[in-house]
């Protein structure tokens, strides 16, 4: 690793997609994520990829979609109401196993809401916002470190798995600075792409990409097929930080941001005798259900934290599967949990007999 630089989220996230190979970048402006646009405009030009700021969300998606054809890394990047504009443009490279990196730094809704951050983006991310029985790879990163490392992974996942993989963070991350620090060299994932529409010379017969299959036995062998890596993707990829939660008494989970504010609660937590743990899920698809069924009968009960009015609880709940009680703790608007609050709701459960 190098020298620390002090960089500011989004120009991290758009740094780290250089590093790990991408020269294709299509977006449109939206705040809070349009620095990593205004960087990839400019370090484009600089070592020859290419940078189009598309005439908007639709049109940018389905540049992704034509780039990401020809084995090309590639990256999109938007804000929750942009994002909801790609998702049929999503759901279409997600059936056509097109390997892309989009970034999504949400802010609050629903509409066109505000510009502060939230997560109320969960839903269309890890449920599929689109048509179609299909998964994207979500990863939530909780620093502008972890921005960094999570980015670079997220372009050798996508290759690996041919599938679109979202990096999705609050707009705190992409807009706070702190202090990152690169790798001399990115452990690049080298895969072979014999798919890819980037030209035969007559050697081989052509290649299409496509997510139309008319015939309903060929669609639905596709849907297994797509079904099966799925399940290779669970087994391999499931990302969780487990946070002092041996021997807890209460377990809070939360990622991004909200993560880190729960980890100052726990020391607020243990100066009154409260034992408390995180479970941060880095990957929330596929959602780390191992991590709670572990402690699900070992706790008083589980918290869930979020800056939405509740989505990732309903995978909390499944998780558990009845063994406990899951709580549930949010701010919307841009507002942000505070430690006070979370505090008080740990004492709650802490409580109980």
Not at 182 to 204: H, N, Q, Y
Not at 327 to 342: K, S
């Amino acid at each position: 690793m190098g020298e620390k630089i002090l960089m500011k989220g989004n120009e991290v996230i758009a740094e780290a997609a250089l590093r790990a190979g991408c020269r294709h970048y299509f977006g449109y402006p939206i705040t809070p994520q349009t620095e990593v646009a205004h960087y990839m405009a400019k370090k484009m030009e600089q070592i020859g990829g290419v940078f189009v700021q598309a005439e908007s969300e639709v049109a940018a998606i389905n540049m992704v979609y034509g780039s990401a054809s020809t084995g090309a890394r590639v990256m999109t990047s938007s804000s929750s109401p942009g994002i909801s504009l790609k998702q049929e443009g999503i759901s279409y490279s997600a059936g056509a196993e097109l390997p892309m990196v989009i970034i999504d730094i949400v802010r609050c809704g629903p509409g066109l809401g505000g510009i502060l951050p939230a997560q109320c983006d969960y839903f269309q991310m890890v449920k599929g916002g689109g048509h179609g029985d299909y998964n994207l790879i979500v990863l939530a990163p909780c620093s502008v470190q972890e921005m960094y490392e999570l980015v670079v992974d997220a372009f050798n996942i996508a290759d690996t798995y041919r599938n679109p993989v979202v990096v999705m963070g609050d707009g705190y991350l992409g807009q706070m600075m702190e202090a990152v620090e690169f790798r001399d060299e990115e452990p690049i994932v080298k895969v072979e792409k014999p798919w890819a529409t980037c030209g035969s010379k007559l050697e081989r017969p052509h290649n299409t990409t496509t997510s139309i299959y008319i015939d309903p036995d060929v669609l639905e062998a596709h849907n297994n097929k797509l079904q099966a890596k799925y399940r290779e993707v669970e087994k391999n990829e499931t990302r969780v930080e487990e946070y002092n939660c041996e021997g807890a008494d209460v377990i809070v989970t939360a990622y991004g941001t909200v993560a880190r504010i729960v980890k100052n609660v726990i020391k607020e937590a243990e100066k009154e005798g409260i034992k408390v743990g995180l479970i941060r899920p880095i990957t929330l698809w596929p959602f780390p259900s191992a991590s709670y069924e572990k402690y699900a009968d070992k706790v008083k009960g589980f918290l869930c934290v979020e800056m939405s009015t509740g989505q990732m609880i309903e995978d909390v709940k499944l998780a558990v599967n009845g063994k406990n009680t899951v709580d549930f703790y949010g701010r919307t608007g841009g507002n942000v949990p505070t430690q006070a609050a979370i505090l008080e709701e740990v004492r709650k459960i802490a409580a109980k007999k």
